[in-house]
């Protein structure tokens, strides 16, 4: 029962590289997010997807794009990253109905040098 | 002010002890309250789920809301050393993700 798999668990980019996160959920879930973690800032929204083909931003979007690729797979892309984009990176999904709390993957440590 | 805010820790309590975790909010609005366990290392995980106020156990958790105070707890009793870990309380007022807001999250260790 893998729930949320996110790839990859660490990655270590220059400032100007590009690079794309994956996240896949195997629940059959509608909703999917993309959030930022943190020291002393909580979880913060980038990017979500209601349901597949659609996607809308959050608190956090800028420099950040995303892709619902189909039902089970949202990708996260940095297009020429910053060290300001230095986060752990946390993949969610959620049923969508009614009181359905998030379940999140194990996320992507990301430094950008 | 920020939206949700939470004490920072680190806490620090012996194997056995209660804890209290506490969070304060602003909008008035919230009436989904979560409390989300976060390991070293690992996504957050949801602990407990209560809508409106009130209080609800499973186990050795409880979760009580106020909202006349704006005030949601989690008590842990007879605290175990694998509930050392960061506790972030979570709210929204229609239970859809781009709605959550989290707290900053408490580090908690307990001492054997």
């Known amino acids: 029962n893998a729930g949320v798999t996110q790839t990859p668990k660490f990655q270590v980019l220059k400032t100007g590289q590009s690079m794309t996160l994956q996240c896949a959920q195997d629940?059959?879930?509608?909703?999917m997010y993309w959030y930022r973690q943190d020291p002393g800032m909580g979880l913060r929204l980038i990017y979500y997807s209601a349901s597949e083909g659609t996607t809308d931003k959050g608190e956090v979007p800028n420099g950040y794009n995303v892709s619902r690729l189909n039902k089970r797979e949202f990708s996260l892309r940095l297009e020429s990253a910053a060290p300001s984009q230095t986060s752990v990176y946390f993949c969610a999904s959620q049923s969508g109905t009614g009181n359905q709390p998030q379940h999140f993957g194990d996320g992507t440590r990301l430094s950008i040098l | 002010q920020k939206e949700v805010e939470q004490d920072p820790g680190p806490l620090s309590v012996p194997e056995g002890a209660i804890v209290s975790l506490n969070c304060t909010y602003s909008?008035?609005?919230?009436?989904?309250f979560m409390w989300y366990r976060q390991y070293s290392r690992k996504g957050p995980e949801l602990l407990m789920y209560t809508y409106s106020s009130g209080n609800k156990e499973d186990g050795r958790f409880t979760a009580q809301v106020d909202k006349s105070s704006k005030y949601i707890s989690l008590f842990i009793r007879d605290s175990q050393p694998s509930d050392s870990a960061t506790y972030l309380c979570?709210?929204?007022?229609?239970?859809?993700?781009?709605?959550?807001?989290f707290g900053p999250g408490t580090r908690l260790s307990v001492l054997p």
């Open positions: 629940m059959n879930h509608n909703s």
């Open positions: 979570a709210m929204s007022f229609d239970n859809y993700g781009q709605n959550f807001v």
């Open positions: 909008n008035s609005a919230f009436q989904y």
